[in-house]
């Protein structure tokens, strides 16, 4: 979106941080910006936090708060923008972000990606059977402040959205500004030789899409949730006749790629590429059968899309997934929705029972259909772009108004 914005003629500063959640690793870059192209003063600022090892951690909580005073002693370098644009989480950039704003008269528009504090409320439940209140409580109050005073709050769906607007008590008024925008993908370009480099690397990784095989592709964070590890472990409970007619393939890091590597070496149908390259990932969709999205069934997941989901449908794919919620209620009817139990049994119950039916061509041309209309970057940021524009003509508006009044 960022790129589409300065090919609109505006300058972006894009505010992130050094440390990058799913693979656990730092940018390193001199002086900690990053030229956006095509427009000379737009950036991309990294922000300094500690980072962290564990997903549920106490030093995650910290690293996030370190990003939200990292941005709060570098935004005062910079011009004061017409717009702010606040992903949430993390709580704690959001509510810097809102000050930010509140104190400087500029409108706020708060981007609901996920629904923090009440996910990790859910998670920390799970894990050690209680969620300490004083512990979240941070959260609870910069979350509802930040969604109370925001000009407008976006979200990646209905239900994410009307979340917000219950958890920030948003009057019909602010209401009328809120708006639904999925998380959307978009192809990436590549060369011949691009293209022949991405082949070659597939190819010395152990993966041939003429294998004749139905293939099952995942990439993503591997993070150590109860349906995540089914996936895993659902590998093992596979007949040798199954095994030999499919072949599964996971890309990426995360807390359970030890476990991953040992099951692997039991299981020839497996590969585990570790991390891979967005274009790479790309041709591995394009060339497979089947996206799986096991995650467990909380209702964060039931709410929202993963970002996976979008990027299956723009390959075809259909989807085997353990999360049951709006993607079955928008599109459960489209056929490619595959949903399965969250356990070693019901994963394997269901590879053993696609290994023979790879999706037909009017199920794959109807994924791609809905990705075009729904999930496709081109036609979903671009309404995003109008959408900020409109509320910063607006808050322009109001300002003219105030002044006129005044005077």
């Known amino acids: 979106m960022a790129r589409r914005l300065v090919e609109r003629g505006h300058e972006v500063v894009w505010w992130t941080g050094q440390f990058e959640h799913p693979t656990k690793l730092y940018h390193r870059i001199p002086g900690n910006e990053v030229p956006i192209p095509g427009s000379e003063n737009s950036k991309v600022v990294l922000l300094y936090s500690p980072g962290y090892s564990s997903n549920i951690s106490l030093m995650r909580f910290y690293d996030h708060w370190r990003i939200g005073r990292s941005f709060r002693e570098a935004a005062v370098k910079e011009p004061v923008p017409d717009i702010i644009v606040a992903s949430m989480p993390t709580p704690e950039l959001v509510r810097a972000s809102s000050d930010y704003a509140d104190r400087h008269g500029v409108p706020l528009m708060v981007d609901v990606r996920d629904l923090w504090p009440d996910v990790i409320a859910d998670r920390l439940e799970k894990k050690f059977g209680f969620a300490p209140k004083w512990l979240l409580y941070p959260y609870e109050r910069d979350v509802k ?31 009328d500004h809120d708006r639904v925008f999925r998380l959307a993908s978009r192809a990436i370009s590549r060369n011949q030789t691009r293209w022949q480099e991405i082949e070659t690397a597939w190819k010395v990784r152990g993966f041939d899409p003429n294998s004749g095989k139905t293939i099952f592709a995942w990439a993503g ?3 150590n949730q109860q349906a995540t590890r089914a996936l895993v472990q659902a590998q093992t409970l596979l007949s040798k006749e199954v095994r030999d007619r499919i072949q599964v ?6 807390d ?13 149908h497996m590969i585990y590429a570790g991390f891979v390259p967005r274009d790479e990932v790309q ?6 059968h089947y996206g799986l999205l096991c995650y467990d069934n909380t209702p964060d997941f039931q709410a929202s899309f993963p970002n996976k989901f979008g990027e299956y449908l723009m390959s075809g794919l259909s989807v085997v ?6 993607m ?11 949903t399965v139990a969250s356990t070693p049994h019901g994963i394997a119950e269901a590879l053993t029972r696609l290994a023979d039916l790879k999706p037909g061509e009017p199920i794959r041309a109807r994924a791609r259909a809905v990705f075009q209309k729904d999930f496709d970057a081109d036609i979903v940021y671009e309404a995003f772009c109008d959408h900020i524009e409109e509320r910063v003509r607006a808050g322009s508006a109001a300002v003219e108004k105030k002044d006129t009044l005044a005077g």
């Open 145 to 175: 402040h930040s969604l109370s005073h925001a000009d407008s709050v976006t979200a990646i769906t209905q239900g994410c959205l009307e979340w917000a607007q219950s958890k920030g008590s948003r009057t019909d008024a602010q209401a």
């Open 221 to 223: 964070s591997l993070t």
């Open 249 to 254: 393939v996971i890309c990426g890091r995360g």
């Open 256 to 268: 359970l790629q030890n476990q991953i590597l040992s099951v692997k070496q039991a299981c020839e």
């Open 283 to 288: 041709f591995l969709y394009d060339n497979s």
């Open 321 to 326: 997934t353990t999360i049951n919620g709006v």
């Open 328 to 338: 079955q209620q928008e599109y459960g009817d489209q056929g490619f929705i595959d």
